[in-house]
């Protein structure tokens, strides 16, 4: 089975400055999605960025970017310009193709500080 | 842009009473799917539903779940008899056709079983 693993519980991060969240995965398989979901302390889960496992350009989405690093089942997301706003908890998910449910790590809280 | 809804955003129900967690999945998505989140935990998986029925299901969902979609439009989850370990927050999320398309989480509905 599928396994993913956030290392850092509790993350801090001051205004305007960078952090990258860390995420590691268990998979035999080489066809695959992973994602990054933020849940602020209102519970939503919304999603803030993903990855195809066959491409090699790692995404990005304005201030938010990953590092995917396949042979290693590496997947990190560096958040650039933190904000007040990007306090959450973030999820790293992982899914393989197909209708297939998203397993999630335990996440890690994000603080910013002002 | 379209969402997911669920409803009640929060609901108390008595032990052993039955509940019902609605959730409107955005309207061209194919995929359906219920995820819980017992506080301070990691998010779940609880059953996928495709093509009026159910695609895969966790070992969480038990007897006491059943899932629905009554009318084309709702995604229904039923607890028949609650117990205390059932308190948790529910997630409903739906995709869109196409292997790589991401789920989109509703904003959860929070049971709490007194």
Known sequence: AQTVTQSQPEMSVQEAETVTLSCTYDTSESDYYLFWYK?????????VIRQEAYKQQNATENRFSVNF??????F??????????????????????????????????????? | EPEVTQTPSHQVTQ??????????PISN???????????????????SFYNNEISEKSEIFDDQF???????SNF???????????????????RGPGTGQPQHFGDGTRLSIL
Not at chain 2, 30 to 44: A, C, D, N, P, T
Request: glycine share 6%; proline share 4%; net charge positive.
């Open chain 1, 39 to 47: 849940q602020p302390p209102s519970r939503q889960m919304i999603l």
């Open chain 1, 69 to 74: 690093q396949k042979a290693a089942k590496s």
């Open chain 1, 76 to 114: 990190s997301l560096k958040i650039s310009d933190s904000q007040l706003g990007d306090a959450a908890m973030y999820f790293c998910a992982y899914r393989n193709s197909g209708n297939t449910p998203l397993v999630f790590g335990k996440g890690t809280r994000l603080s910013v500080i002002a």
């Open chain 2, 15 to 24: 032990m052993g009473q039955e509940v019902i967690l609605r959730c409107v």
């Open chain 2, 29 to 47: 998505h194919l995929y359906f799917y219920w995820y819980r989140q017992i506080l301070g935990q990691k998010v779940e998986f609880l059953v």
């Open chain 2, 66 to 72: 059943s899932v629905e979609r009554p009318d084309g």
């Open chain 2, 76 to 94: 229904t989850l039923k607890i028949r008899s609650t117990k205390l370990e059932d308190s948790a927050m529910y997630f409903c999320a739906s």
